[in-house]
């Protein structure tokens, strides 16, 4: 008989000890901490550099689209110290879902767990329409015209009915996941290096080519603007919450997890900055092309050949981004599946390669509808909220596991405890008043449905439930 970490009903949780030593073996434990600081950096640069800085810049913030990444980027700090903790403690797959469990109970991490669903899977969607806008920009400049109809969704152009190329990039990211943890990984780490040499031949380059003025007025869209922008990138500085769900494949991941977490974050927001400055003294933010903005920048100066160069390293390197929330979501997904809070069925493992097959290709088809069908920024309101809140409930959760269980063998401690996790949870909410009401809606809506799953089915079918039936 299993020893009960607490709570009753719903908010039954189990111990943190019983976590980390069950399960041990289903997934392969293969990634050395390079690999998992790859793939954090690989969630983290891209979306917001290749795909989101430029429509913020245009759209809501202009030059002041550096402050919108410095707030997300504290916001994600303090929270990103929360994970670190959690990833020492419990080397699970899962992340925010299996914390919140383990600690605040298990209507809490079902909430969690189908939020990231839903945020991950249409992360992955938004990326890829990112990489498709510059695969258009990069196809025109051969001077190769496409029929329209598979230029993009309904509604985003003449003639658009699909965005095809962003279709095939999902079900091609899930094959690829589906070939093994190994070789995807090695895949990632090859694929980062790229990444982040195009970012920093764009810092380098761009950097002769600042127009001072192109800076005033900082502040086009005011103060509220590059609030507005901060909630719009935020999903954009978190990739290592997607990365912490592959804790069951770390090597050493009580020690590994940590480090990678902070390194990925601390690398990729100054590069973050950097670029930002670069694209908006470049250019002046009402000009820049919301879809493809480096391209479209160095093209302005009369680089165009550097910026074909940019829109292939762009969609080489956003390929990243998909993996690592791609990753995420099955992971967070093979984790409720093996606790019985969803079908069994869909945890079944490869019997060789050892990766939830099943799950990997559901979520490959319908990442690609979401891309094939809306809009980037209608795609990208389906995020952030679940987001925000997933990191208020780590950080809630990181509080009270300090005072409910000081005496766990901690390999990382939060520091400044409870002021830093404090800053996560009123930041995430203070950006979450930002969002727009289409997203509340959207949010509330699926949250019904998962209210309703868990009462119907995940509340009888749980480990926990079974557990307690004797």
Not at 213 to 235: D, E, K, L, R
Not at 290 to 305: N, Q, R, Y
Not at 421 to 442: D, M, N
């Amino acid at each position: 008989m299993h020893t009960f970490g607490g709570g009753s009903g719903v908010f039954r949780r189990k111990p943190v000890e019983q976590i980390a030593s069950e399960h041990e073996g289903e997934l392969k434990r293969t990634l050395g901490l390079w690999q998992l600081t790859a793939i954090g950096i690989g969630g983290i640069i891209g979306a917001g550099i290749f795909a989101l800085a430029g429509a913020v810049a245009n759209q809501t913030a202009g030059p002041a689209v550096v402050v919108s990444f410095l707030i997300a980027g504290v916001a994600s700090a303090a929270a990103a110290f929360s994970y670190a903790e959690f990833a020492g403690l419990i080397p699970k797959a899962g992340s925010a879902y299996t914390y919140g469990y383990a600690v605040l109970g298990e209507v809490v991490g079902w909430f969690i767990g189908w939020d990231l669903l839903l945020e991950y899977t249409a992360i992955v969607a938004v990326v890829a329409i990112g990489i498709s806008g510059y695969f258009g920009f990069l196809v025109g400049e051969l001077g190769i015209q496409l029929p329209a109809w598979m230029l993009g969704a309904p509604g985003t152009g003449p003639g658009h009915r699909v965005d095809l190329f962003a279709v095939l990039l999902c079900l091609l990211i899930a094959f690829l996941l589906n070939r093994g943890i190994k070789t995807a990984a090695r895949f990632e780490t090859i694929v980062v290096a790229l990444k982040v040499l195009v970012v920093l031949v764009v810092i380098t380059v761009g950097f002769f080519f600042i127009n001072p003025a192109n800076y005033h007025p900082f502040f086009p869209f005011g103060v509220s603007g590059a609030i507005t922008g901060a909630a719009t990138v935020f999903f954009a500085v978190f990739g290592y919450d997607a990365m912490s769900t592959a804790a069951e494949e770390s090597k050493d991941s009580t020690r590994h997890m940590p480090k990678a977490i902070i390194y990925s974050l601390a690398i990729s927001m100054v590069l973050y900055v950097l670029a930002c400055l670069v694209l908006t003294g470049m250019q002046n933010y009402k000009d820049i092309d919301p879809e493809s903005g480096f391209a479209s920048a160095f093209a302005s100066v009369g680089l165009t050949k550097l910026a074909g160069v940019i829109a292939v390293g762009a969609i080489i390197g956003i390929l990243t981004v998909m993996f690592t929330f791609m990753l995420g979501v099955t992971r967070v997904w093979f984790a409720m599946s093996r606790d019985g809070l969803l079908p069994r069925w869909f945890a079944y493992l490869h019997p060789e390669r050892r990766v939830p097959v099943r799950i990997t290709w559901i979520v490959g088809v319908v990442s690609g509808l979401i891309a094939g069908f809306l809009p980037i920024r209608e795609a990208a309101e389906l995020t952030n909220i679940g987001i925000l809140l997933a990191f208020v409930v780590v950080c809630i959760a990181i509080i009270v596991l300090h005072y409910r269980r000081p005496d766990l063998p901690r390999t990382f401690r939060t520091p400044l405890m409870p002021f830093t996790p404090a800053i996560g949870v009123v930041f995430s909410l203070w950006l979450i008043t930002f969002l727009s009401p289409v997203t509340w809606v959207r949010f509330i809506v699926w949250f019904i449905i998962g209210m309703i799953i868990y009462f119907t089915y995940s509340y009888r079918h749980s480990d926990l439930h079974r557990q307690e039936a004797p």
